[in-house]
């Protein structure tokens, strides 16, 4: 195979991934109903057109009988006043009319044949297309279950890319809150150790720190006492 082979091939492949990505099969049937419909209108027309051509020729030859029982009149009354020379013409007429008839009468009798052989196409395709119809709408029926079946599947499981999205958001959270509460961890860690100190103990060294505490133990100690007494008095 040679590159320009192997490349048509890779191309065709890839327009096909991507046509079969976004074709939607309800409108592909949907489109392939109307384009039945479309030949099934033409054929009606053309059978519409064939009607109208018999009728027209119909129209003539019962023009054309009529002018044969006018020249038969013609040629009689040519007789009775002695004028066979006018009868002879007449029946010239006549007889040209009757070829004339004959014709028009096969012409007829092909154009009857040619409607019944559409009238007959007709019916089969209107069958045909009616039941592709109730096909189709079968198969977008189906196909519209499976979609939402999908779509709920997917939702449920999160293989969807909504959520997908929340999945990634939740685990976001809680990986800055568990990153949160390990500084919190390490903050209170640091502040019993004195590594760290809050503000109200700052510019203070750690004698002065002792010394704050056994004060405030000795007074509440003495506070305690205090209401001790009174209590008991």
């Known amino acids: 195979m040679g590159l320009l082979s192997r490349t048509s091939t890779i191309i065709k492949a890839k327009i096909s991934r991507f046509l079969d990505r976004f074709e939607d099969p309800r409108e592909t049937l949907d489109y392939s109903y109307n384009k039945q419909v479309e030949l099934l209108n033409k054929v009606r027309r053309n059978i519409a057109s064939v009607v109208t051509a018999k009728k027209r020729l119909e129209m003539q030859?019962?023009?054309?009988?009529?002018?044969?029982e006018r020249l038969d009149e013609q040629a009689r009354e040519a007789v009775k006043l002695g004028r066979e020379d006018?009868?002879?013409?007449?029946?010239?007429?006549?007889?040209?009319?009757?070829?004339?008839?004959?014709?028009?009468?096969?012409?007829?009798?092909?154009?009857?044949?040619?409607?019944?052989?559409?009238?007959?196409?007709e019916k089969r395709l209107a069958a045909k297309i009616e039941s592709f119809r109730a096909y189709k709408e079968v198969i977008k029926a189906q196909y519209t279950a499976a979609e939402a079946?999908?779509?709920?599947?997917?939702?449920?499981?999160?293989?969807?890319?909504?959520?997908?999205?929340v999945g990634m958001t939740i685990r976001r959270a809680e990986d800055k809150t568990e990153e949160m509460k390990a500084r919190a961890l390490a903050l209170e860690e640091l502040v019993e150790k004195g590594t760290l100190t809050d503000v109200l103990t700052a510019g203070k060294d750690e004698i002065t720190r002792e010394l704050e505490k056994i004060t405030e133990e000795a007074k509440v100690e003495e506070e305690l006492e205090a209401i001790k007494r009174e209590v008991s008095g």
Not at 149 to 165: C, H, L, N, R, Y
């Open 61 to 68: 030859l019962e023009k054309l009988r009529g002018n044969v």
């Open 86 to 121: 006018l009868a002879k013409i007449a029946l010239q007429r006549k007889y040209r009319t009757l070829s004339e008839i004959s014709l028009l009468e096969k012409q007829i009798d092909s154009l009857a044949r040619e409607q019944g052989r559409l009238e007959a196409a």
């Open 149 to 165: 079946q999908v779509k709920i599947t997917e939702a449920v499981t999160g293989i969807s890319e909504e959520m997908e999205d």
